[in-house]
C-alpha cells in the first residue's frame, strides 16, 4: 500500500512526487501516456525561473530524473476509476492499487476543429507537437492553427525548418506575448491571417490543402501539414464523485476538493493562470496537504 498516489506525471505531478518523497511519503505516480505532460512537447520554454531559454523535454528530464532519484515508483497506465474509502484503491487497467491519499494532476488534452476527415488526417498531416513532428517538414509549407503563445512559439519553431509557415488565427490580434508577437512579425517565411478559419481538410491519404475563410472570402492553401495550437480540454474523466465547473474542471481551492484525502493540481483544476509554473506551484501544495492529512 502506498501513503500517496499521484495520478499524472506532468510538472504538477513530478512536482507533487518530489514533496511527498521528501517527506517520507511511499509515493506511486500513475501516467497513461508520456511523462512530461504538455510542456514536453514545447521548442521553447522562456518564463521559467532559473533558464534563459529550455526546451519543454528538458525541463520535464530533469523534473523526472529528480523524482526516481528520491524513490518514487512510476507506473504506465490508465486510470479509470477511484474507490474513495479511508483506504482508497486506485483501478489501473488490470492493476488494483490500495493508498491513503491521491493527487490528481491529469492535465488537459489538445483541443480539435471538430471538421469533417480530421480524426483520419490526424498523424498523416494533423499533428499537435511542432517538436516532435515538424522534422518531417523540412523545406515544406505548414499551417499553424491558433493566436495564444503555444501557436506562435510553434510558427517561430517551425520556420526554422520550413519553406513557409502560415499563421492562422480566428482573432483580429494575436494573443501571445509581446516579445513573442515581435519575433513572429519578424520572421520572412511566416504569413499571419487573422480574422480566419479553417474550414475544411482537403486530401485523400494525408493532408493536401485547407480551407481557410476571413471575412471576405473562402481560399484554398497548399500545406503539407498543419499543427493544432488552439487551447485545451481538461483530463476529468476518471470514475469519482468530486465535484467539477460548468467547462468542467475539477473544481477545489487550494487543491483541496469536496472529497478528503483527495486533491489535485495543475491545469486539471479550476483556476485562471495555466503555465508550468503554477503548475509546479500546485504540485507543492497538493503535496503538502496530502503530508497534513497524513499526519492525522
Not at 533558464?51 to 528530464?61: C, F, P, Q, R, V
Not at 506575448?177 to 513572429?184: A, D, I, S, Y
Not at 479553417?198 to 493532408?207: H, N, S
Request: aromatic share 8%.
Amino acid at each position: 500500500m502506498y501513503d500517496a498516489i499521484v495520478i499524472g506525471a506532468g510538472p504538477a505531478g513530478l512536482t507533487a512526487g518530489i514533496y511527498l518523497a521528501r517527506g517520507g511519503a511511499k509515493t506511486l505516480i500513475i501516467e497513461k501516456e508520456s511523462i512530461g505532460g504538455q510542456i514536453a512537447s514545447s521548442p521553447l520554454v522562456e518564463n521559467y525561473p532559473g533558464y534563459k531559454s529550455i526546451s519543454g523535454s528538458e525541463l520535464t528530464d530533469m523534473f523526472y530524473d529528480q523524482v526516481v532519484n528520491l524513490g518514487v515508483d512510476i507506473e504506465i497506465g490508465e486510470v479509470k476509476s477511484i474507490e474513495d474509502r479511508k483506504i482508497k484503491k486506485v483501478f489501473v487497467d488490470d492493476n488494483v492499487y490500495e493508498t491513503k491519499t491521491i493527487i490528481i494532476a491529469t492535465g488537459v488534452k489538445h483541443r480539435k476543429l471538430n471538421l469533417d476527415g480530421e480524426d483520419g488526417f490526424i498523424g498523416s498531416g494533423i499533428h499537435f507537437c511542432a517538436t516532435c513532428d515538424g522534422t518531417f517538414y523540412k523545406n515544406k509549407d505548414v499551417a499553424v492553427v491558433g493566436g495564444a503563445n503555444s501557436a506562435v512559439i510553434n510558427s517561430i519553431y517551425l520556420s526554422s525548418l520550413c519553406n513557409k509557415v502560415y499563421l492562422i488565427y480566428r482573432g483580429k490580434d494575436l494573443q501571445c506575448e509581446e516579445k513573442l508577437k515581435e519575433k513572429v512579425l519578424n520572421l520572412q517565411n511566416v504569413e499571419i491571417l487573422l480574422n480566419s478559419n479553417v474550414i475544411k481538410y482537403l486530401g485523400v491519404d494525408k493532408l493536401e490543402k485547407i480551407v481557410v475563410k476571413d471575412k471576405i472570402c473562402e481560399k484554398e492553401i497548399k500545406v503539407d501539414g498543419l499543427f493544432l495550437s488552439i487551447g485545451m480540454d481538461p483530463e476529468t474523466s476518471i470514475k469519482l464523485n468530486l465535484n467539477k465547473t460548468d467547462n468542467n474542471y475539477y473544481d477545489s481551492v487550494d487543491t483541496l476538493t469536496n472529497l478528503p484525502g483527495i486533491f489535485v493540481a495543475g491545469d486539471c483544476r479550476n483556476k485562471e493562470v495555466r503555465q508550468v509554473t503554477t503548475a509546479v506551484s500546485d504540485g507543492t501544495v497538493a503535496a503538502v496537504n496530502a503530508l497534513n492529512y497524513l499526519k492525522n
